[in-house]
């Protein structure tokens, strides 16, 4: 199936974590997440596997790979009903951006530890009245002496309670103009002033939602990542990985809820035959196919591009791939559950739990709508809307 647009050292990949995923699956996956924990056992094996860091350094521990190969790792579990949501955060975002400008010092802290998943590392971005606008955003720090002095507020932030540290991004003043530009600090988590609160969700996923409280966090010289003066540069360097993993999440998802529906169409009898013999039935899930399998080129295109060192490029197509994976997964977990009619809302077959996980993919990390604002400016050069 995927043959004519990977590699074989890909292809092998990708056959390696789906074997992976399916010793798990989806009964493991709703189980820890009906009792609130994580999938410890499953993340400890992706890390020892070498899945989890596939896409940083070898000499930091990681596969030397790139976003196109830890992709296909958070696809495939997530066609096995078992994705991992904090690899789109603590490898992709985190880790991309510290392997790409962080300090020696801090390749070494944080690089092996976000390759074999003993260390994790959330990312704080999205402000209650900033949304994810990093030019709105009103967490600042200031210089005190050799340190910084961080302050403000951060929602919807995923997984810190399991994490290590949270890659926040600030804003600092530009000494020359005055004006407010984005950088990005470390914090670990346990750093006076740093405070979590959970933020109840009616998404079924072990991962939770938070929001930060930084209050005065005193912050070393170091732990600002890269220059100071190129933060958008950076920033934009970890949103890119963010919404191309964000489609793979997706587009795994689609693909997990189109596997049960086809079973299901291929086996349930009614009147002598499978219901899959009726077009009504069989056209809706091969459309569904189709447009899975678009937003995956799409997704490959903007891993290409990304590794391949066109971060502009890869905007565009990041944009796209996230956009069209959204919008093929609601469609996908909707007819799944609408073709297995009353038993796609049962606990037994695991597709009601995906309704609600599917819209995520529509909303986060940017929504649809800010994606067409994107490709409306930036691709069709249109007047700017906002």
């Not at 010793?23 to 994580?38: L, V, W």
């Not at 009898?269 to 799409?298: C, D, F, N, Y």
């Not at 297995?340 to 649809?368: D, H």
Request: hydrophobic fraction near 45%; proline fraction near 4%; aromatic fraction near 6%.
């Amino acid at each position: 199936m995927t043959s004519t647009v990977e590699t074989p050292e890909q292809a092998a990949l990708r056959a390696a974590v789906a074997a992976l995923g399916k010793r798990y699956g989806r009964a493991y996956f709703t189980r820890i997440a009906a009792a609130g924990e994580q999938p410890a056992e499953l993340w400890a094996e992706a890390g020892k596997l070498g899945y989890l860091g596939v896409n940083l350094p070898e000499e930091y521990g990681g596969g030397g790979a790139g976003i196109t190969e830890l992709s296909i790792v958070l696809e495939e579990l997530g066609a096995a009903g078992c994705p991992l949501l904090l690899m789109v955060v603590s490898p992709a975002i985190c880790g991309t951006v510290i392997a790409r400008f962080g300090a020696e010092e801090q390749k070494r802290r944080w690089l092996p530890g976000l390759a074999d998943g003993s260390l994790r590392m959330a990312f704080g971005i999205t402000e209650p009245d900033a949304g994810s606008n990093s030019h709105r955003i009103t967490t600042t720090a200031r210089r005190d002496g050799a340190d910084w002095v961080l302050s403000g507020r951060k929602v919807f932030i995923s997984g810190v309670d399991v994490s290590d540290a949270v890659l926040v991004v600030g804003r600092t003043a530009d000494a020359r103009t005055g004006k407010l530009k984005p950088c990005l600090f470390i914090v670990e988590r346990e750093t006076p002033g740093f405070a979590y609160h959970h933020i109840p969700m009616e998404v079924q996923a072990p991962e939770k939602q938070f929001e930060l409280v930084l209050d005065e966090v005193r912050l070393p010289a170091e732990s600002l990542v890269g220059e100071e003066d190129a933060g958008l540069l950076q920033l934009f360097a970890g949103l890119n990985p963010e919404r191309i993993m964000t489609a793979a999440f997706a587009i795994g998802m689609g693909r997990y809820a189109l596997g049960q529906a086809v079973e299901y169409a291929r086996t349930r009898q009614v009147w002598k035959e499978p219901i899959g013999a009726h077009q009504a039935v069989a056209h809706p899930l091969a459309q569904s196919h189709i447009e899975l399998e678009l937003a995956r080129l799409m997704m490959r295109k903007a891993a290409y591009l990304y590794d391949a060192g066109d971060d502009m490029g890869a905007g565009e197509a990041a944009n796209m791939a996230k956009y069209a994976a959204g919008e093929a997964v609601v469609k996908a977990v909707d007819q799944a559950v609408h073709t297995l009619g009353g038993n796609g809302l049962t606990t037994e077959f695991g597709l009601a739990s995906l309704i609600t996980g599917a819209r995520v993919a529509r909303i986060a990390p940017v929504s649809r709508e800010m994606v067409l604002n994107f490709v409306s400016h930036q691709t069709l050069g249109l007047p700017k809307s906002y």
